[in-house]
C-alpha cells in the first residue's frame, strides 16, 4: 500500500494567480496521475505525471495551463495557472505500482477561485 | 474516450440489508474493472476490481459481478453498515493503469 500526502487540502485564490499543488508518496511508485473532480460529480483524467520526462495530458487538458513535474519515484506536483472560478475544483493525485490495479488517492485540495 | 456510467445517482439502504450498485460500460477492451468507496472529504478508495476474462470476485462482504454480454458490473455489499455509507464509482483501467471513472452512486445507510 501507499500513503498519498497532498498540499494544500484548500486554497483560495484570486483569478489570474498560480497554484501549486504537492503531492508526496510515502514509497517508490511506477506511475503517478492528477485528476480533477468537480464538486458530487466524477473524476476526469488531468494527466500521467513521467518520471524524468513530461507528463502526458489527456483531451482537454494543455501543459501550459496545468503544467506538471515528478523529480523522482516519490513526489509530483501539479500547478493550475493563470486561474479562473472555472477551474474551482478538487485536484487528486494518485500513485500506483507496475502490474497493480490498485490505485491510492491523496485526500485532494479544494480550489476556489474568486 | 470512453466512459463508465452507474444506473442510479442515489441509493437508500436498510442498516443490514444487502446493497446492489449497478454500472454499465461501453469499452469492451479495457483490462479490469474496478470499484471505489469516496467518503466525504476524502479521496477514492480501492474496493474490488475484476479482471475482463472473470464475471464473479468475491472480497470481505463485496462481490463484484460482470456481465460482458450486456456490459454490465455491479458490486453487492452484503449486509450494509453506517461505514458503507459514501460515493461509490465505478471504473475501468487500460492497459496503460489510467481510469476512466463512472459517475458515481450516492448510498446511505438507514438505521
Known amino acids: 500500500s501507499a500513503v498519498i500526502s497532498q498540499k494544500p487540502s484548500r486554497d483560495i485564490c484570486q483569478r489570474g494567480t498560480s497554484l501549486t499543488i504537492q503531492c508526496q508518496v510515502d514509497?517508490?511508485?511506477?506511475?503517478m496521475f492528477w485528476y480533477r473532480q468537480q464538486p458530487g460529480q466524477s473524476l476526469t483524467l488531468i494527466a500521467t505525471?513521467?518520471?524524468?520526462?513530461?507528463?502526458?495530458?489527456e483531451s482537454g487538458f494543455v501543459i501550459d495551463k496545468f503544467p506538471i513535474s515528478r523529480p523522482n519515484l516519490t513526489f509530483s506536483t501539479l500547478t493550475v495557472s493563470n486561474m479562473s472560478p472555472e477551474d474551482s475544483s478538487i485536484y487528486l493525485c494518485?500513485?500506483?505500482?507496475?502490474?497493480?490495479?490498485?490505485?491510492?488517492f491523496g485526500q485532494g485540495t479544494r480550489l476556489t477561485v474568486v | 474516450g470512453e466512459s463508465v456510467g452507474l444506473h442510479l445517482p442515489t441509493l437508500s439502504v436498510q442498516e443490514g440489508d444487502n446493497s446492489i450498485i449497478n454500472c454499465a460500460y461501453s469499452n469492451s477492451a479495457s483490462d479490469y474493472f474496478i470499484w471505489y468507496k469516496q467518503e466525504s472529504g476524502k479521496g477514492p478508495q480501492f474496493i474490488i476490481d475484476?479482471?475482463?476474462?472473470?464475471d464473479k470476485r468475491q472480497g470481505q462482504r463485496v462481490t463484484v459481478l460482470l456481465n460482458k454480454t450486456v456490459k454490465h458490473l455491479s458490486l453487492q455489499i452484503a449486509a450494509t453498515q453506517p461505514g458503507d455509507s459514501a460515493v461509490y464509482f465505478c471504473a475501468e483501467m487500460s492497459n496503460d493503469y489510467k481510469l476512466s471513472f463512472g459517475a458515481g452512486t450516492t448510498v446511505t445507510v438507514r438505521a
Open positions: 475484476i479482471r475482463s476474462n472473470m
Open positions: 514509497s517508490q511508485v511506477t506511475m
Open positions: 494518485s500513485a500506483q505500482s507496475g502490474g497493480e490495479t490498485e490505485a491510492f
Open positions: 505525471a513521467n518520471q524524468g520526462s513530461e507528463a502526458t495530458y
